[in-house]
């Protein structure tokens, strides 16, 4: 089959299509053909070398959707089921979605029943599901100001939309370093735009929720920014800071504000249908920004790592 393999870790370049043996069918474990996937942040870092536990060569992915090729679980996961898969060490330690075919774990394939077509599906697994998973954390209530720090990202764009499609009254507005992409952060359905500078919200504006996908770098100042009684999710590392130095809850937390986060590696798969369905039903525009082949991973990690994206970025495979 054709993969893409990180042999070292490097640039974008460190990304290398080649032929590799399609992977055999072990017990408890089946093969997916592998139609699209996500390009996530994550894979960033991990292709940089930041993810320690990771050891080259490496098929990288921690998302795919597609189709069971081989199953070692017939009832579950029959030939030809349509399935997605997340994290549980996919594209860490073991190899991941980055290929024609990828044999997963059959407790992290997920069946699916979805109409989407492949490339709008291959959003929803990692990004979709965090921002479905941070909103849920938020407790969002009618008519609540959202402020998304990282609004361009694939995550941020994910949860602008899915807020709305929750409720239209929520205001939402998102951050981003470079306001030049304020119109299309508003085409995709974010009401306002803040930009963020050197890690600090140019705004006088408080907010009752807000999904910071920056980290640790901003969660102080967005704590600072909270209305009384609001709820900051801190569900991302955009800002390359891992954790909080010197972190004292007293000083740090004002009154009567709360801090909470959402990992994705904590998959539900009920959580995971439940989205599918609000995406169906209420019409949300998941497709990609950007869908490149498989051919062009590298591209797809540059473009992401350009700053020039808004939004998800898909490859799709043939
Ligand atoms: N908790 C979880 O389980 C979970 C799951 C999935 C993703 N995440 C996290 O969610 C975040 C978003 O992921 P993604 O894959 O959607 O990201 P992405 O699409 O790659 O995000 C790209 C955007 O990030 C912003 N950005 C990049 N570097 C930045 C920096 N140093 N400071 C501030 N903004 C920066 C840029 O926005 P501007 O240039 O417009 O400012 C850029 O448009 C990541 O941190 C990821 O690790 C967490």
């Known amino acids: 089959m054709k993969a893409v393999v990180v042999e070292q870790a490097g640039g974008p370049e460190a990304l290398v299509y080649k032929e590799v043996p399609t992977p055999k069918v072990k017990p408890g474990w089946s093969l997916v053909q592998v139609k699209a996937f996500g390009v996530n942040h994550s894979e960033i870092f991990t292709r940089a070398g930041q993810s320690p536990s990771v050891k080259f060569p490496r098929i990288l992915g921690i998302e795919c959707v597609g189709v069971i090729a081989e199953t070692t679980d017939p009832d579950n996961l029959p030939e030809g089921k349509t399935v997605i898969s997340l994290m549980g060490g996919m594209g860490r330690d073991f190899d991941g979605g980055y290929a024609e075919y990828a044999l997963l774990p059959n407790e992290q394939i997920i069946p699916v029943h979805s109409n989407l077509k492949w490339t709008d599906l291959a959003s929803i697994p990692e990004t979709y599901y965090t921002a479905y998973g941070a909103l849920t954390g938020l407790r969002l209530s009618q008519g609540d100001a959202l402020l998304i720090r990282g609004g361009t990202s694939g995550v941020g764009v994910a949860a602008a939309k899915l807020a709305k499609a929750i409720d239209r009254d929520i205001h939402v507005t998102g951050t981003t370093r470079d306001l030049g992409k304020s119109d299309l952060m508003k085409q995709k359905g974010f009401d306002d735009v803040v930009e963020d500078k050197d890690d600090k919200l140019q705004t006088k504006l408080q907010y009752d929720k807000i999904l910071d996908l920056i980290g640790p770098k901003t969660i102080e100042n967005s704590l600072a920014t909270l209305a009384v009684n609001g709820i900051v999710s801190s569900t991302g590392e955009l ?40 995406i169906e039903e209420k ?3 998941v497709s990609p920004s950007k869908i490149y082949d498989l051919t062009q991973v590298d591209l797809a990690h540059a473009y992401l790592e350009s700053g020039q994206s808004i939004g998800k970025v898909v490859v799709e495979v043939n």
């Not at 390359?240 to 959402?262: A, E, H, Q």
């Open 283 to 285: 019409h949300v525009d």
């Open 239 to 278: 800002g390359g800071i891992w954790s909080v130095k010197d972190f004292d809850p007293i000083m740090m937390i004002p009154n009567n504000r709360y801090l909470t986060s959402f990992e994705s590696g904590d998959v539900k798969l009920t959580w995971i249908q439940d989205l599918l369905n609000i």
